[in-house]
């Protein structure tokens, strides 16, 4: 499902990239056409009488400005198109850093929490984080906001709506599980010294 959404994305991205290329292009030649328009009325309407030479040397500089404008346009295109991939990277490597606390999370968590791997609450991990909670490792805050890590993980790792998820939101889930993880990991260590 999440390879045939992805797919469904990128070819609204090349649709997208196709027209704005198109636009852009449409736009350009409007441009010039009204440029090329200015000039032949004003030609017309002040009856310039122009030698062959002058003409030629025109029709250079014309064209030459044409070569530029063409040159800036394409720059500007290949620029916008860079600066959309790599938000797009950016945005997937955040998505990635998230699944990848949140495997820490889960490590740490089994480490600190009192269930045996026996129990079968060992690989839920709704009841894991209930555990937390009654061993008092974890706050109702901060099983709200596992909750919603969870949810958003879960979204992310199995492509559920992945690509409706803000940035900011991953960025904010992903601070509040780093929050949590270090104060785990301080539980840990004291836990490791008493022993």
């Known amino acids: 499902m999440a390879l045939a959404e992805q797919e469904m994305l990128r070819q609204k991205l090349r649709k997208r990239s196709y027209m704005e290329l198109v636009l852009k292009f449409y736009a350009f030649a409007g441009a010039l056409t009204a440029l090329f328009g200015v000039f032949y009325v004003a030609y017309i309407l002040l009856d310039i009488n122009l030698s062959r030479e002058v003409q030629m040397g ?8 044409v070569m530029s404008v063409v040159s800036l346009f394409g720059i500007s295109y290949l620029r916008d198109r860079t600066q959309r991939v790599s938000l797009e990277q950016s945005d997937e490597i955040m998505k990635l850093a ?98």
């Open 58 to 65: 025109l029709m250079i500089a014309f064209f030459g400005a």
């Open 98 to 195: 998230l699944i990848n606390e949140w495997a820490q999370f889960e490590s740490i968590a089994r480490s600190v929490s009192r269930v045996d791997k026996e129990d079968p609450r060992y690989f839920s991990v709704r009841r894991l984080l209930e555990s937390l909670r009654v061993d008092e490792k974890i706050d109702d805050r901060d099983f709200r906001a596992l909750l919603t890590a969870l949810e958003m993980r879960n979204r992310i790792a199995h492509g559920v709506d992945a690509y409706d998820i803000e940035v900011s939101e991953v960025d904010y889930v992903s601070s509040l599980l780093r929050r949590i993880v270090s104060r785990l990991e301080e539980t840990d260590l004291s836990k490791e010294t008493t022993s």
